[in-house]
């Protein structure tokens, strides 16, 4: 049985695949540390997760198992476990046992999230525009997209003891990733040392102008997108190439003014609970609160002309009628665009 077990639970959009990349580029470091992820690929730990929130009869008692023969220390690194009901997580602990289990749970400004957790909505089939999104979680029917914070940590918090349960803020856009990496292996009781390996960055945020192309393109498909998310990401792969995005503009997508207010005031309640509540925390709190709005970064969704989206479709259609010439005269059966790094075989599910 691990000595140790550190379960972290995400949640979506603050970071969760560039740990789980890191902690997965440096896996042979980490064995030799007797740190184990226990796991052949990501997507058993999606599937456990899932599994989790029904019965969690199947992939989850496997995962479980697994922890069980594993010596040392073992991670499961996985944003999907925010989304396991409180009965259904205390369950999961009792599996654990007797293993010594740490909880750790990343956050980020809401401000951010709200729009990141929407674009991946849009880049899975959704024609809903952002406006609607905060429209949907600001009426409070959209727990599913976006767990409470404090739903989360109570519902993996019950029956530990409160330094089991750690909080790992992330940090500002312009600090350096490694910050990231130390606040987590800290939480997390790793040496931050093990993870020198750096993979490429993965799942970066798209242009504001490339989302709404590929929403307008969702609305297009219709009935004829695949329902399969394999076959419409492979189908949706040159909206979001390297070629794609260097030709859009390159600022995000921002919440209107009047929902980047809200989501600044619930990330100050969140930030008072939190102090409240005596998590230890890596980083800082006030790390939560949303900077300015309208910052040089970000563009608000209707600052998106159509001339810009129609700029972007001509520079798509172009690339297409290339690749297509190319197929045809025997040059290659892809186009530039859709050529970008790939992620390891199996990771699957949602991501960060």
Same mark, same amino acid.
Do not use: I
């Given at each position: ?6 379960? =972290? ?5 603050t970071g969760t695949t560039f740990l789980q990349q890191l902690l997965w580029a440096n896996r042979e470091r980490l064995?030799?540390?007797?740190? =184990? ?20 009869? @199947?992939?989850?008692?496997? %995962? ?56 991946? =909505? ?19 029917? @959209? ?16 029956? %530990? ?20 990496w130390h606040r987590f292996a800290t939480a997390a009781d790793l040496d931050p040392g093990l993870a020198t390996e ?21 609305? @297009? ?38 929902? =980047? ?45 159509? $001339?810009?989206? $129609? ?6 259609? @172009? ?14 059966? +892809? ?13 699957? +599910?949602?991501?960060?």
């Amino acid at each position: 049985m691990a000595d140790r077990v550190v379960l =972290h639970v995400g949640l979506p959009k603050t970071g969760t695949t560039f740990l789980q990349q890191l902690l997965w580029a440096n896996r042979e470091r980490l064995l030799a540390a007797d740190v =184990h992820l226990v796991v052949t690929t990501m997507r058993e730990l999606f599937d456990a997760a899932r599994d989790l929130t029904r019965d969690g009869s @199947a992939d989850w008692r496997r %995962l479980a198992d697994a922890v069980r023969e594993s010596p040392g220390t073992v991670v499961l690194s996985c944003e999907g476990l925010s989304a396991v009901p409180a009965e259904q997580a205390q369950l999961a602990l009792a599996d654990l046992r007797p293993a010594d289990v740490r909880v750790v749970c990343t956050l980020r400004d809401p401000a951010r999230v709200l729009p990141s957790v929407w674009q991946q =909505h849009v880049r899975t089939g959704s024609t809903v525009e952002l406006a609607a999104f905060v429209a949907h979680v600001r009426d409070g029917m @959209a727990w599913e997209w976006l767990p409470s914070t404090l739903d989360v940590l109570d519902a993996w918090s019950a029956g %530990l003891r409160a330094d089991q349960v750690r909080v790992v803020t992330v940090p500002r856009s312009t600090v350096d990733p490694s910050v990231f990496w130390h606040r987590f292996a800290t939480a997390a009781d790793l040496d931050p040392g093990l993870a020198t390996e750096v993979p490429p960055p993965a799942n970066t945020s798209l242009p504001a102008v490339q989302v709404e192309l590929l929403r307008r393109v969702n609305l @297009a498909l219709g009935d004829r997108r695949p329902l399969e998310q394999p076959r419409y990401r492979e189908l949706v792969r040159p909206l979001q190439g390297p070629r794609a995005v260097a030709r859009a503009t390159g600022t995000l997508a921002e919440l209107t003014p009047d929902d =980047h207010a809200w989501a600044a005031d619930c990330a100050q309640r969140l930030v008072e609970a939190l102090r409240e509540r005596g998590h230890l925390v890596l980083g800082d709190l006030e790390e939560l609160l949303p900077e300015p709005a309208g910052s040089a970064s970000t563009a608000a969704p209707d600052a998106t002309s159509d $001339a810009d989206v $129609a700029s972007a479709a001509a520079g798509l259609a @172009a690339d297409l009628l290339l690749a297509l010439r190319a197929r045809r005269d025997g040059g290659g059966a +892809g186009h530039p665009a859709s050529r970008g790094p790939r992620r390891p075989q199996g990771r699957g +599910g949602p991501r960060a």
